[in-house]
């Protein structure tokens, strides 16, 4: 019998399938034909059935899939990222700067910015809570790198309750009163560039960039766009991806106008349940935990922002409860809070609940992988698509290269190595749909001359904006 055609053969790597049988093959091969994923196995086994145009030699190179970022912010704020004050984490003076100074401009290369940095680090696929005021510039963006994303407009309607203490907080949720009624669309507006995002990008459409239904959240959104969302949801078929229980304030607000906490006012509503994917949720009681770990809702914890920020996540977060007890709990590395780098995330997640909790090993290799793949694809409603090396998936791959010193020892089984000690610092190639983004460590769509140039040039005007020595602890000499 003549060997099967295909379009790209990938052997001889050492493949972390994350398929439901968690395979490690110490040396596998890919079949690929299109965007999808023809076959994975044992080299030996499928390289005599197999032909294709190009063959890859992956010379034991570790193998995964495309890592997922479930929640980060690729927008204009990415532009300036790194300029932020160093002793407090309330940035408001960053960000009343800011909004004036957001353009398509900024939009465009903030979003460029953000995407290079993930597929340089392994992420296929993205989702944003809603960070986009030119919509049609952050995808432009994410078509130039070729990622994969879920981006959407900022939508809010809401006033977060809160008191004076509250508001003395340097914690206070990132976002005052100024920024929000600055931020804040009228609920009927909000609706319909919702509409228009779904119509524009379907989430259904098999597109590279589609669109889900993206909500600040946190307080921040009125209970008839929670009700008209809910009705948008079922009529799309689409996810419902929203910030919410980042900082305390949300609980003392939801208190003081609903009687009751955020997770329990959500319940009342219906809002919870399988389709909604909440970002953060750091400030739960037993009870809300109860009620995420009965209604089939997801979760995606950013560790790196809270550290970051000092919001209480690995202090007082309960994921390890939810993931015990079932809840997909996805990673995301979200905005202000250093490298857009899934494999860090999953580090941190790791590492930092043995540090709070006094035990080992809380999270492991194993979950926090899961957890930067199939977790996240199931937090973003597309665990049938992408998240794990199998037969029919979108080929959404990564492979790391052997000649780093991160890279070895090299042992069969390489979760540890890969989450403790190599990282991102290794990856090499990053294929989506099938099309090499990343080869030989460089992009293949653009030059990334041009951009850094555009980016750094558009950073300087906002520096300039605020005063290059605003934030400074040590004396700059020019």
């Known amino acids: ?22 395979r490690i093959l110490t040396d596998g091969s890919i079949a690929i034909r299109g965007d999808r994923i023809v076959a994975v196995g044992p080299d030996r086994d499928l390289a005599p059935e197999y032909t294709a145009p190009v063959v890859k030699d992956l010379r034991a190179g570790l193998v995964h899939p495309g890592l997922i970022d479930a929640h980060a912010h690729a927008s204009s704020m990415e532009a300036i990222r790194g300029f932020t004050p160093k002793d407090t984490a309330n940035w408001e003076v960053v960000e009343h700067a800011l909004w004036p100074f957001r353009s398509p401009e900024t939009d465009y290369l903030g979003t460029l910015l953000d995407a290079m940095e993930m597929v340089a680090n392994g992420t296929t696929l993205y989702s944003d809570t809603g960070g986009s005021k030119w919509l049609g510039e952050t995808v432009r963006a994410l078509k130039t790198v070729g990622l994969r994303g879920l981006p959407g407009y900022s939508i809010l309607d809401g006033y977060l309750a809160v008191d004076e203490e509250e508001l003395a907080d340097p914690r ?24 228009r995002q779904l119509e524009a990008y379907p989430f259904a459409g098999g597109g590279r960039v589609r669109c889900a239904i993206t909500l600040f959240g946190s307080g921040r959104i009125t209970d008839r766009l929670y009700g008209e969302c809910m009705q948008l949801a079922e009529e799309y078929r689409v996810p419902i991806i929203m910030h919410q229980s980042w900082g305390p304030e949300e609980v003392t607000g939801s208190l003081r106008v609903h009687g ?21 949720m750091i400030h739960l009681d037993e ?14 914890h950013c560790p790196a922002a809270s550290v970051r920020r000092g919001m209480g996540a690995l202090r007082v977060g309960m994921h390890p409860e939810m993931i015990a007890a079932g809840v997909p709990v996805a990673l995301g590395s979200d905005g202000y809070s250093g490298k857009r780098d899934v494999l860090r995330q999953a580090y941190l997640a790791a590492v930092g609940f043995r540090e709070t909790r006094d035990d080992i090993p809380v999270l492991t290799g194993e979950t926090v992988l899961e957890m930067a793949t199939i977790h996240g694809a199931a937090a973003l409603g597309m665990g049938d698509e992408v998240g794990s090396i199998e037969p029919g998936k979108r080929a959404d791959i990564v492979i790391h290269t052997v000649d780093r010193p991160e890279a070895h020892p090299r042992f069969q ?32 769509r653009f030059d990334p001359a ?27 000499v020019t």
Do not use: C
């Open 1 to 22: 019998m003549e060997p099967e055609r295909v379009d790209l053969l990938l052997r001889h790597g050492h493949i972390l399938t994350i398929d439901p049988k968690r």
């Open 172 to 195: 206070f949720g990132s976002m005052p009163p100024s920024e929000i009624e600055m931020l804040s669309t009228p609920t009927d507006e909000a609706l319909v560039m919702l509409r």
């Open 413 to 444: 089984d390489p979760v540890d190595n890969l989450i403790f000690y190599r990282q991102s610092a290794t990856v090499d190639a990053v294929y989506i749909d099938g099309e090499a983004v990343l080869e030989d460590g460089k992009f293949t």
């Open 450 to 476: 041009d951009a850094y140039t555009a980016i750094d040039a558009m950073a300087a005007k906002f520096e300039a904006i605020v005063g290059p020595s605003r934030f400074t602890s040590w004396p700059l």
């Open 287 to 300: 009870k809300e935990l109860e009620l995420i770990i009965g209604s089939g809702s997801a979760v995606v």
């Open 260 to 280: 009751k906490r955020p997770i329990e006012h959500l319940a009342d509503l219906g809002m919870l349940g399988p389709g909604l994917t909440l970002v953060h």
